[in-house]
């Protein structure tokens, strides 16, 4: 009889080696035994990738591993989703437009990030990843979201997200609209720096921020 912590291992395992089969036999289980999947999305997937990402550091694997280990995970994703989507709380009733940023194809904390916005209530409008800064000033111009939420996953990608401030500003919509930045090299002496609203470290952070900026926490 396996044990939950041998399937996290697993899973842990299967993403770090891109090994499809394995991942999904772990995920499965992990959902069928009642796994809170905010705690498989965390511990489990988002986790195994930061290891991943410290061994490509290492030179342990490459890129096109990493590629594969992504597309693993999405596929993991799309087990857990609905399960989050089952825990849905009452309607925050808040629009929060969701993107990477321009220059960046990072997406998976972006899309945890928002399937966790819907559980809590919120409507997300995703832009996706790679956003130019036109299309972000259009979307908020036109969709008049409560929040915008920007996830940027590489230190050269970071300024953009700045970059997005200034031009909300430009445009006479940034005290329109609240904004949350997020993603692994971003920290909160940056969200201060650059004048954001809200900073989280990981996606329940990230729905306990969108809730705090429209005033619902
Ligand atoms: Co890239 N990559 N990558 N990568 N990648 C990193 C980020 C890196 C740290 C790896 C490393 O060297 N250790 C490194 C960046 C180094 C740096 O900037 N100094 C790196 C690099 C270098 C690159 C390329 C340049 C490699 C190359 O081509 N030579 C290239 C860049 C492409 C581009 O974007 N232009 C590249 C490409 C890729 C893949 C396409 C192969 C793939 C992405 C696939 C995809 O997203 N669809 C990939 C991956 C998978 C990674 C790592 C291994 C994992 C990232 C990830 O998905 N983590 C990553 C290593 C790492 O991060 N340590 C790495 C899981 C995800 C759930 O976590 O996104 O952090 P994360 O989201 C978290 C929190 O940050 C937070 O909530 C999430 C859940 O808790 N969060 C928010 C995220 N957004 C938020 C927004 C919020 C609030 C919270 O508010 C709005």
Redesign the pocket.
Known sequence: MATEEQMYEQLNKGLNDGDEAKSLEATHWLVDNGVNPVEI??EG??KA??I???R??RGEVF?PE??V??EV??KCNAIVEPELAKMGEAKASSLVV?LTVK????????N??GAMLKTSGFEVHDLG??VPTDKVIAAVEELKPAIV???A?????VPQQQVVIKALKKNGLRDKVKV???????TQEWADQIGADG?????P??VEMAKQLIGKA
């Open positions: 999305l965390e997937m988002a990738m930061f991943l990402g410290e490509w550091k890129l990493v590629v280990s992504a995970f999405k969701m220059g960046d194809l990072h997406d998976l904390g972006k945890m990030v990843k790679d939420g920007m996830s996953l590489l230190t050269t990608t949350m930045v997020g993603g692994a090299p971003v900073y989280a470290p990981s996606a952070e990230a």
